[in-house]
Protein backbone atom coordinates (compact mmCIF):
# COMPACT_ATOMS: atom_id res chain seq x y z
CA UNK A 1 0.00 0.00 0.00
CA UNK A 2 2.80 2.39 0.64
CA UNK A 3 5.77 1.49 -0.01
CA UNK A 4 7.90 3.86 1.40
CA UNK A 5 6.59 3.06 4.77
CA UNK A 6 9.03 0.15 6.59
CA UNK A 7 6.80 -1.71 8.70
CA UNK A 8 7.81 -4.58 11.11
CA UNK A 9 5.25 -6.74 12.98
CA UNK A 10 4.63 -8.28 16.48
CA UNK A 11 4.98 -12.02 16.62
CA UNK A 12 1.75 -13.29 18.56
CA UNK A 13 4.10 -15.27 20.67
CA UNK A 14 5.34 -12.29 23.03
CA UNK A 15 1.71 -12.85 24.66
CA UNK A 16 3.32 -15.51 26.24
CA UNK A 17 4.31 -13.95 29.18
CA UNK A 18 0.64 -12.15 30.03
CA UNK A 19 -0.49 -16.68 30.15
CA UNK A 20 2.57 -17.80 32.57
CA UNK A 21 4.58 -19.15 30.23
CA UNK A 22 8.23 -17.85 28.87
CA UNK A 23 7.56 -16.27 25.33
CA UNK A 24 10.11 -17.96 23.09
CA UNK A 25 13.75 -15.52 22.85
CA UNK A 26 12.81 -15.27 18.78
CA UNK A 27 9.52 -13.46 19.93
CA UNK A 28 10.67 -11.29 22.41
CA UNK A 29 13.61 -10.40 20.41
CA UNK A 30 11.31 -9.63 17.22
CA UNK A 31 9.34 -7.27 19.69
CA UNK A 32 12.26 -5.39 21.16
CA UNK A 33 13.29 -5.19 17.61
CA UNK A 34 10.16 -3.86 16.48
CA UNK A 35 9.66 -1.52 19.29
CA UNK A 36 13.41 -0.27 19.09
CA UNK A 37 12.75 0.38 15.14
CA UNK A 38 10.04 2.79 15.96
CA UNK A 39 11.97 4.57 19.07
CA UNK A 40 14.56 4.86 16.42
CA UNK A 41 12.01 6.39 13.52
CA UNK A 42 14.03 2.83 11.05
CA UNK A 43 10.19 1.42 11.07
CA UNK A 44 6.73 3.49 10.49
CA UNK A 45 4.31 1.62 10.66
CA UNK A 46 3.86 -1.51 13.12
CA UNK A 47 1.62 -4.61 13.07
CA UNK A 48 -0.06 -5.81 15.93
CA UNK A 49 -1.77 -9.31 16.15
CA UNK A 50 -5.51 -8.80 17.92
CA UNK A 51 -4.53 -11.47 20.58
CA UNK A 52 -2.27 -9.00 21.72
CA UNK A 53 -4.06 -5.87 21.59
CA UNK A 54 -5.28 -6.53 25.00
CA UNK A 55 -1.56 -6.39 26.71
CA UNK A 56 0.49 -3.72 27.68
CA UNK A 57 3.51 -3.02 25.57
CA UNK A 58 6.25 -0.60 26.60
CA UNK A 59 7.20 2.60 25.16
CA UNK A 60 9.73 2.41 22.63
CA UNK A 61 11.63 4.91 23.86
CA UNK A 62 12.08 2.97 27.22
CA UNK A 63 13.55 0.14 25.21
CA UNK A 64 16.08 2.90 23.66
CA UNK A 65 17.21 3.93 27.18
CA UNK A 66 17.90 0.16 28.03
CA UNK A 67 20.56 -0.20 25.00
CA UNK A 68 24.14 -0.43 26.14
CA UNK A 69 26.61 0.63 23.11
CA UNK A 70 29.50 -0.78 23.58
CA UNK A 71 32.71 0.91 21.55
CA UNK A 72 36.63 0.31 21.60
CA UNK A 73 38.19 2.27 24.43
CA UNK A 74 35.66 2.70 26.44
CA UNK A 75 35.55 1.65 30.24
CA UNK A 76 33.63 -1.56 30.92
CA UNK A 77 33.19 -3.14 34.37
CA UNK A 78 33.01 -6.76 33.12
CA UNK A 79 30.75 -7.93 36.23
CA UNK A 80 28.31 -5.06 36.30
CA UNK A 81 27.53 -5.47 32.75
CA UNK A 82 27.29 -8.97 33.44
CA UNK A 83 24.75 -8.14 36.22
CA UNK A 84 22.88 -5.73 33.13
CA UNK A 85 22.87 -8.28 30.65
CA UNK A 86 21.01 -10.95 32.96
CA UNK A 87 18.68 -8.42 33.68
CA UNK A 88 17.80 -7.49 30.14
CA UNK A 89 16.99 -11.31 29.53
CA UNK A 90 20.22 -12.46 28.40
CA UNK A 91 21.29 -16.03 29.69
CA UNK A 92 24.86 -16.83 31.03
CA UNK A 93 26.34 -19.89 29.76
CA UNK A 94 29.75 -21.44 29.77
CA UNK A 95 29.67 -21.25 26.03
CA UNK A 96 27.62 -18.96 23.48
CA UNK A 97 25.79 -20.81 21.27
CA UNK A 98 22.96 -18.79 20.35
CA UNK A 99 21.10 -15.56 20.86
CA UNK A 100 20.28 -14.49 24.22
CA UNK A 101 23.12 -16.06 25.38
CA UNK A 102 26.36 -14.21 26.69
CA UNK A 103 29.51 -15.81 28.50
CA UNK A 104 32.54 -13.86 30.83
CA UNK A 105 35.99 -15.74 30.41
CA UNK A 106 38.66 -13.62 32.39
CA UNK A 107 38.98 -10.81 29.86
CA UNK A 108 36.80 -12.20 27.46
CA UNK A 109 33.06 -11.17 27.02
CA UNK A 110 31.07 -13.63 24.53
CA UNK A 111 28.00 -12.21 23.30
CA UNK A 112 24.78 -13.35 21.44
CA UNK A 113 22.56 -10.40 20.16
CA UNK A 114 19.26 -11.00 18.11
CA UNK A 115 22.07 -9.28 15.46
CA UNK A 116 25.39 -10.97 15.48
CA UNK A 117 27.88 -12.37 18.14
CA UNK A 118 30.76 -10.21 19.00
CA UNK A 119 33.50 -11.08 21.30
CA UNK A 120 34.51 -8.35 23.72
CA UNK A 121 37.99 -8.44 24.29
CA UNK A 122 39.16 -6.38 27.73
CA UNK A 123 42.53 -4.91 29.17
CA UNK A 124 41.43 -4.88 32.70
CA UNK A 125 38.31 -2.72 32.38
CA UNK A 126 38.69 -0.92 29.15
CA UNK A 127 37.59 -2.71 25.92
CA UNK A 128 40.42 -3.57 23.74
CA UNK A 129 38.72 -4.94 21.01
CA UNK A 130 34.89 -5.93 19.69
CA UNK A 131 35.20 -9.01 17.33
CA UNK A 132 32.64 -10.91 15.47
CA UNK A 133 32.84 -14.45 16.22
CA UNK A 134 31.34 -17.79 14.87
CA UNK A 135 28.82 -19.82 17.46
CA UNK A 136 29.89 -22.65 16.37
CA UNK A 137 33.27 -22.96 15.86
CA UNK A 138 34.15 -19.99 18.45
CA UNK A 139 36.71 -17.98 16.13
CA UNK A 140 36.76 -14.64 16.42
CA UNK A 141 35.95 -12.98 13.00
CA UNK A 142 36.13 -9.18 11.78
CA UNK A 143 36.25 -6.27 13.62
CA UNK A 144 33.22 -4.45 14.52
CA UNK A 145 33.06 -0.66 15.38
CA UNK A 146 30.66 -0.83 17.88
CA UNK A 147 27.68 -3.03 19.34
CA UNK A 148 24.41 -2.10 20.37
CA UNK A 149 22.86 -4.23 22.97
CA UNK A 150 19.38 -4.58 22.41
CA UNK A 151 17.07 -5.68 25.56
CA UNK A 152 15.37 -9.41 25.29
CA UNK A 153 12.74 -8.04 28.18
CA UNK A 154 10.25 -5.91 27.54
CA UNK A 155 10.02 -4.51 30.50
CA UNK A 156 12.71 -3.64 33.06
CA UNK A 157 13.17 -5.68 35.65
CA UNK A 158 16.31 -4.42 37.84
CA UNK A 159 16.36 -3.05 40.95
CA UNK A 160 15.25 0.40 39.99
CA UNK A 161 12.63 -0.71 38.31
CA UNK A 162 11.22 -2.79 40.59
CA UNK A 163 11.43 0.15 43.23
CA UNK A 164 9.55 2.30 41.22
CA UNK A 165 6.89 -0.02 40.69
CA UNK A 166 6.62 -0.07 44.51
CA UNK A 167 6.58 3.27 44.99
CA UNK A 168 3.96 3.64 42.61
CA UNK A 169 1.24 0.83 44.33
CA UNK A 170 2.19 2.70 47.82
Keep these: VAPELTAAALPAEAVEAYLGRTPPLGATAA ?21 LLPYPLPPPGSLLSRCPVLHVEQTLDPHEFARALADAGYRRVEVVEEAGDFAVRGQV ?10 RVLLDVERVEALREFNPATQRSGEPVREVTVPPLRLFATDERAREAVAQKLE
Aim: net charge positive; charged share 15%; glycine share 10%.
Design 31 to 51: AATALLGLATGTVRVLAVPAR
Design 109 to 118: LDLGTPERFV
